[in-house]
């Protein structure tokens, strides 16, 4: 993404989207985090809370989805998609290598959740190679 000044108007609005809910996803994981160590909830009020901390990032899956929408770019929008699709392949492949060594070989356990930050990370990465095969 482009500098602030600079960035098209669907960027602008994705930042505006995209950091405020970043900032409620890291005080809920924390206040979550929290709870669980000194109240040790059960039952429904655990499931409820355990799943309290996606809905931030279900809305971040919202925004990269409007902003995919709203970006009138074609060259941007097509570099976010190919980015997408490179960092949802690598994610896949990543959890099925190691889902696999998981269950043969007892490796450690990865928790699921870290599929999307690594779905984000292997985006982030692709995205430069994407663009510099354009230029």
Do not use: H, K
């Not at 960027?11 to 109240?39: C, D, E, H, K, Q």
């Amino acid at each position: 993404m482009a500098n602030a000044r600079s960035a098209s108007p669907a960027t602008r609005r994705y930042l505006a989207r995209f950091i405020p809910l970043m900032i409620v996803y890291a005080i809920v994981i924390f206040g979550v985090s929290v709870a669980f160590n000194r109240l040790q909830p059960v039952g429904p009020l655990a499931w409820a809370l355990a799943i309290v901390p996606a809905l931030p990032i279900l809305g971040v899956i919202a925004v990269m989805g409007l902003y995919l929408r709203e970006e009138a770019d074609e060259f941007q929008r097509a570099v976010l998609i190919e980015s997408m699709l490179w960092g949802i392949g690598l994610t896949l492949a990543g959890s099925t290598v190691w889902g696999l060594l998981e269950f043969y070989v007892d490796a450690p356990r990865v928790p699921v959740f870290w599929a999307f930050p690594a779905f984000c990370g292997a985006m982030g990465l692709a995205q430069p190679f994407v663009r510099r095969r354009y230029l």
